[in-house]
C-alpha cells in the first residue's frame, strides 16, 4: 500500500505570534517552527498503516525551501521518502490543487492529511482534495480505544484496512461514527487518533540520506493565484486582570449578578 | 516595556548547528517533557530511578550513542552532547543513567574487550535490555584511584575478585559491572577491567541510604567477596589507570554539556518565577539585583554553550584532549551550580519546595560537582596543563 502525507512547516503552537505595525503580515524572523502536530498524527498513522500492510510513506510538504526541515522530521520517524513543491504560501484551494498532480503522478492508495494545520485553522484542503479527485474522503478521524489503551501502546493504527476498504471512526458534533470508505481515499486526522513516535537518533541520521525532491511549483502548471486573501491581522485582546473574591456566596453572587452564567 | 528575550540562546548558537543536529536536540527535548518530568518529581521524593525507561532510551539511542556497530547508533559527539544537555535539563540522575551506561560501561568494553564479550554484551546494552554500571571509587580511594585496593587473583583460567566499591551509580540495579583492580602488585600499572555479571556468587550490592542529592538516580555499594571470574571477562586492551581514565574522559565530556541543560532549567524557572511575583508593587523582575542575577546567568549559560560545542567539534575532528574536556567540566558544572544557586535565591521560600526544579537541579550539581573528577581535580589538572608541575601526584 502507498500512502502520501502531507507535512506543513507551521509556526509553534507555544510560541507568541508576532504581528507588524501595519496588521497586514505575521512577523516570521525569529520564530520558531515546527510540523503541523495533526500532520504529525498523519505521518504516525501512515507508519502504522505500512507496518501493518507494507508498501511505502511519501511525505509532501509545500513551502519554501525550509520546509525541508519538517520533511526530514517526518522522514526521521520513519517515512520513505519526500517532495518538497517549493513555493509562496498558498490558499487551500491551491495546496488541494498542487496536490491532484501529485496525486495522478505517486497514484497512491491512501492521501493522510491533518484535519488542519494549525497556523490558519483553515480545515479544507483534505476535503477539497477529495473533492477535485472525485474519492471518498474521511475527515476527523479518530480511533475508538483512546490514547491511553493497550491497542495504542502496541501502535496500532486507528485506520483499519480491509477489503479494499478504509474503516475509520470518526469525531462528530455530539459523538463518534465508523464510515468506511472505499480505496483510494482521503483520511484527515483528529487529535486524539494517535500520540507521534519521538524520532530516534539512528531515525535522524538515517534520514539525512533519503531523497527529497524538489518540484518548483512553476513545472505542474496550475493556476495558483490565491482566491482567498489575508486581508488583516490583529493580536487577540488582552487578558483583563481578574478580581479576587472572598468566598463562595460572593463568587456565586457574581456569576448571577455581573457575569449572568448562573 | 520592550518585548523579552524567549529561551536562552542569546547568542544564536543555533546557527553553529547542522539541520540534523537540531533535530536531534530537539526530539530529545520532547522526550524529556513528554516521559520524564511528569515523573521526575516523585522519583526524586522516593529515591529511585525509573528503570523501565531504560528500554526507551535505548530505542531513542541515548545509551552508546557515539560508539559504532554492535548494535550501537553511532552519532556524532556533538549531537550526543545535544542529547546530553536535553537529559540534565530533566535531572542530572536522567543523564548520570545515560552517562553511565554508554561511556562508562559500554565504552570499555566497544574499546578494550575481546569480540566475544562486545557481542554478548553491546547490542542489548544500546538497546536498554541491559544495564551497566562502573567501580572504580572505593570507600577509601576516591580522588586517587590509583591507590585502590581492590584485588583479583589468577587461579587456573580464573580471577578470584576481593575488595569493595563505594558510590557506584546504578549500582544494585545493573546486569553488569565494570570493575577496576589490581592484579600481581600494589601499583597503578597493575589495574585491569573485568566485567563481573550480577549473580555471580560472592558478588552482592546494597543502596547508599540517606542521599540528599541526585535522589533520582541509584547509587550503591559493591561487594566482592571471592568472586570468580573467567580469564575472559578480563579487559585485554589495556592496563594501569588509562582504562578507567579514559571511559571517565568519555563520561566528563557528556557532563560537561548536561551541566549546560542544568543550568538552563534553573534559568528558565527564574525567569518564570521572577515576572510572575510581584512584591513591593510590582514584578521582582523590575528589580536591579534580580535583573543583574539573571543577566550574570545567561551570560555564563551562552559562554557555557560555546565552550562545549568547540570542544564537541574538536572531538568529532579527532583532536581534543583530556585537558579540554578537564577546562569544560569544571567550568560548566561550577557555571550550573552558581545559576542553581541564584536561581534559587530569586523563587525565595518557594525555593526550597520541589514544586520547582531549582532545588533539585541545585543539590543533583553538588555530585556533578564531586563526581568524574571533583572541581578541584580539574583545577590540579589545568593548573599542571600550565605549569607542567603537578600539584596532586
Ligand atoms: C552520586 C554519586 C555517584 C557516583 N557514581 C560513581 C560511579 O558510578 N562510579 C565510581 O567509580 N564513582 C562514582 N562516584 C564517586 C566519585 O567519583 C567520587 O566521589 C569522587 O571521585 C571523589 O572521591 P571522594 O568522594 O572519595 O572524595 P575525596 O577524594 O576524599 O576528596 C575529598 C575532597 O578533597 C579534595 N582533594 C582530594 N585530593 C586532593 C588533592 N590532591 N589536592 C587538593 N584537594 C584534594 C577533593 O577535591 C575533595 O574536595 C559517585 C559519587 C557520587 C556522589
Known amino acids: ?262 | 516595556m520592550s518585548e523579552p528575550f524567549h529561551g536562552t540562546d542569546l547568542l544564536d548558537v543555533d546557527r553553529l548547528l547542522a539541520e540534523d543536529e537540531r533535530l536531534v536536540r530537539d526530539s530529545v527535548a520532547r522526550w524529556v517533557d513528554e516521559r520524564w518530568m511528569p515523573i521526575v518529581k516523585d522519583h526524586f521524593r522516593n529515591g529511585t530511578f525509573p528503570l523501565e525507561l531504560a528500554t526507551e532510551l535505548g530505542a531513542m539511542g541515548l545509551l552508546g550513542t557515539t560508539l559504532v556497530g554492535y548494535g550501537c547508533p553511532g552519532l556524532s559527539s556533538v549531537a550526543y552532547g545535544l542529547a546530553m544537555e536535553e537529559l540534565e535539563r530533566g535531572d542530572s540522575g536522567l543523564r548520570s543513567f545515560a552517562s553511565v551506561q554508554g561511556s562508562l560501561a559500554m565504552y570499555p568494553i566497544h574499546a578494550y574487550a575481546d569480540e566475544a564479550l562486545k557481542n554478548r554484551y553491546l547490542p542489548k546494552m544500546a538497546k536498554g535490555e541491559l544495564v551497566g554500571c562502573f567501580g572504580l571509587t572505593e570507600p577509601d580511594h576516591g580522588s586517587d584511584p590509583g591507590a585502590l585496593s581492590t584485588r583479583a587473583v589468577r587461579d587456573g583460567r580464573e580471577y578470584v575478585i576481593s575488595g569493595e566499591k563505594l558510590w557506584i551509580t546504578n549500582g544494585s540495579c545493573a546486569d553488569l559491572a565494570i570493575v577496576w583492580a589490581k592484579v600481581d602488585g600494589q601499583g597503578a600499572d597493575d589495574i585491569r577491567g573485568f566485567v563481573v555479571e550480577k549473580g555471580t556468587p560472592g558478588f552482592s550490592a546494597y543502596d547508599v541510604d540517606g542521599k540528599l542529592s541526585l535522589r533520582a538516580s541509584v547509587t550503591s555499594g559493591l561487594v566482592f567477596d571471592e568472586v570468580r571470574v573467567p580469564e575472559e571477562n578480563m579487559f585485554k586492551g589495556v592496563r594501569g589507570l588509562r582504562g578507567p581514565l579514559s571511559c571517565l574522559n568519555q563520561a566528563r565530556y557528556g557532563i560537561a554539556w548536561g551541566a549546560v541543560g542544568s543550568a538552563i532549567a534553573v534559568y528558565r524557572a527564574a525567569v518564570d518565577y521572577a515576572k510572575a511575583r510581584p512584591q513591593f508593587g510590582r514584578p521582582i523582575a523590575g528589580f536591579q539585583l534580580v535583573q543583574a542575577k539573571l543577566a550574570d546567568m545567561i551570560n555564563e549559560i551562552v559562554k557555557g554553550q560555546l565552550l562545549v560545542l568547540q570542544l564537541g567539534r574538536l572531538k568529532d575532528a579527532g583532536v581534543s584532549n583530556p585537558v579540554q574536556v578537564s577546562l569544560a567540566k569544571r567550568n560548566n558544572v561550577k557555571m550550573a551550580l552558581d545559576c542553581a544557586r541564584s536561581s534559587r535565591s530569586i523563587l525565595g521560600a518557594n525555593g526550597i519546595s520541589d514544586e520547582y526544579p531549582v532545588f533539585r537541579h541545585m543539590v543533583n550539581l553538588e555530585s556533578v560537582f564531586t563526581y568524574e573528577g571533583t572541581h578541584d581535580i580539574h583545577t590540579l589538572i589545568l593548573g599542571r596543563a600550565v605549569t607542567g608541575i603537578s600539584a596532586f601526584e
Open chain 1, 1 to 262: 500500500m502507498k500512502i502520501l502525507v502531507t507535512v506543513k512547516r507551521v509556526t509553534d503552537y507555544e510560541r507568541k505570534v508576532k504581528i507588524t505595525p501595519d496588521g497586514s503580515a505575521i512577523i516570521t524572523e525569529g520564530m520558531n517552527f515546527v510540523p503541523n502536530p495533526f500532520d504529525e498524527i498523519a505521518v504516525e498513522e501512515a507508519l502504522r498503516l505500512q507496518k501493518a500492510h507494507g508498501g511505502e510513506v511519501v511525505v509532501v510538504s509545500i513551502g519554501a525551501k525550509d520546509a525541508t526541515t519538517q520533511i526530514r522530521q517526518a522522514l526521521a520517524m520513519g517515512a520513505d521518502r519526500g517532495i518538497l513543491v517549493l513555493s509562496d504560501e498558498l490558499d487551500s484551494d491551491a495546496v488541494a490543487r498542487v496536490l491532484v498532480k501529485l496525486v495522478a503522478e505517486e497514484k497512491p492508495d491512501l492521501v493522510i492529511m491533518g484535519k488542519q494545520a494549525t497556523d490558519d485553522d483553515a480545515n479544507q484542503a483534505g476535503q477539497l482534495l477529495a473533492g477535485y479527485l472525485g474519492w471518498p474522503q474521511a475527515t476527523f478521524a479518530s480511533k475508538t480505544e483512546g490514547l491511553e489503551s493497550e491497542a495504542e501502546k502496541a501502535q496500532k493504527p486507528g485506520v483499519v484496512i480491509e477489503n479494499g476498504e478504509a474503516l475509520v471512526l470518526r469525531e462528530v458534533d455530539g459523538g463518534l461514527e465508523t464510515i468506511a470508505v472505499t480505496l483510494p481515499a482521503v483520511v484527515t486526522t483528529d487529535l486524539r487518533l494517535n500520540h507521534p513516535r519521538f524520532a530516534s537518533l539512528p531515525g535522524i541520521m538515517k534520514a539525512k540520506k533519503k531523497e527529497v525532491k524538489e518540484v518548483p511549483i512553476a513545472s505542474l502548471g496550475i493556476d495558483v493565484t490565491p482566491k482567498v486573501k489575508n486581508v488583516k491581522f490583529a493580536e487577540p485582546p488582552t487578558r483583563k486582570a481578574g478580581v479576587k473574591v472572598a468566598d463562595v456566596a460572593e463568587l456565586v453572587a457574581k456569576l448571577k449578578n455581573e457575569a449572568k452564567v448562573l
